[in-house]
Antibody
Framework: QVQLQESGPGLVKPSETLSLTCTVS????????WSWIRQPPGKGLEYIGY???????NYNPSLKSRVTISVDTSKNHFSLILSSVTAADTAIYYC???????????WGQGTLVTVSS | QSVLTQPPSVSGAPGQRVTISCTGS?????????VHWYQQLPGTAPKLLIY???NRPSGVPDRFSGSKSGTSASLAITGLQAEDEADYYC???????????FGTGTKVTAL
């Protein structure tokens, strides 16, 4: 079973850029689609976007202007960049892998990112 | 604002059957896109519960089942247990948004 682990700063200042990495173990990043999801404290899940190892991406329209997801096959990891953050971007950020039915079958433990000065 | 609507909460006595609805539209569930369900226990990451409308991953108890009809889907828990207290989310694809979407989430309580 593939395992995922998010990493990155837990605190980002308003108007700055959030940057997270998801490291994949127990499987190759060339095998699936890979997603980022976030969850504001006490709220529901929000899809951020996904990437295939070839580099093709799909982003949530509400975040598209600020989001970039990239993949590094040599390091078996993929990354999230979210620019011009505000307090509304404070959330637990999860990375996950897609299965054959496009379900999210494996999730990272999540990392809390707080936007505050 | 999610395009998939779930009841905020459902509850039942231990041993009872509870169902959670996931109401979409002709651009997602009604367009024959698959529905998946996730269970999120307090303080933990979501876990896949049902995939492809009605399939259970290995290790998920058979008291969990999924169904889909028209523009809606449902998750049923038969024989509710205290350990089933969690938040549950449906997920599908929306062709108008050209992306994946989650439901609003439902908190299940065992009375």
């Amino acid at each position: 079973q593939v395992q995922l682990q998010e990493s990155g700063p837990g605190l980002v200042k308003p108007s700055e850029t959030l940057s997270l990495t998801c490291t994949v173990s127990g499987g190759s990043i060339t095998s699936y689609y890979w997603s980022w999801i976030r969850q504001p404290p006490g709220k529901g899940l929000e899809y951020i976007g996904y990437i295939y190892y070839s580099g093709s991406t799909n982003y949530n329209p509400s975040l598209k202007s600020r989001v970039t997801i990239s993949v590094d096959t040599s390091k078996n990891h993929f990354s999230l960049i979210l620019s011009s953050v505000t307090a509304a971007d404070t959330a637990i950020y999860y990375c996950a892998s897609h299965g054959n039915w496009n379900e999210l079958f494996s999730w990272g433990q999540g990392t809390l990112v707080t936007v505050s000065s | 604002q999610s395009v998939l609507t779930q009841p905020p909460s459902v509850s039942g006595a231990p041993g009872q059957r509870v169902t959670i609805s996931c109401t979409g539209s002709s651009s997602n569930i009604g367009a024959s896109y698959d529905v998946h369900w996730y269970q999120q226990l307090p303080g933990t990451a979501p876990k896949l519960l049902i995939y492809g409308n009605n399939n259970r991953p290995s290790g998920v108890p058979d008291r969990f089942s999924g169904s889909k009809s028209g523009t809606s889907a449902s998750l049923a828990i038969t024989g509710l247990q205290a350990e089933d207290e969690a938040d549950y989310y449906c997920q599908s694809y929306d062709r108008s948004l050209s992306g994946y979407v989650f439901g609003t989430g439902t908190k299940v309580t065992a009375l």
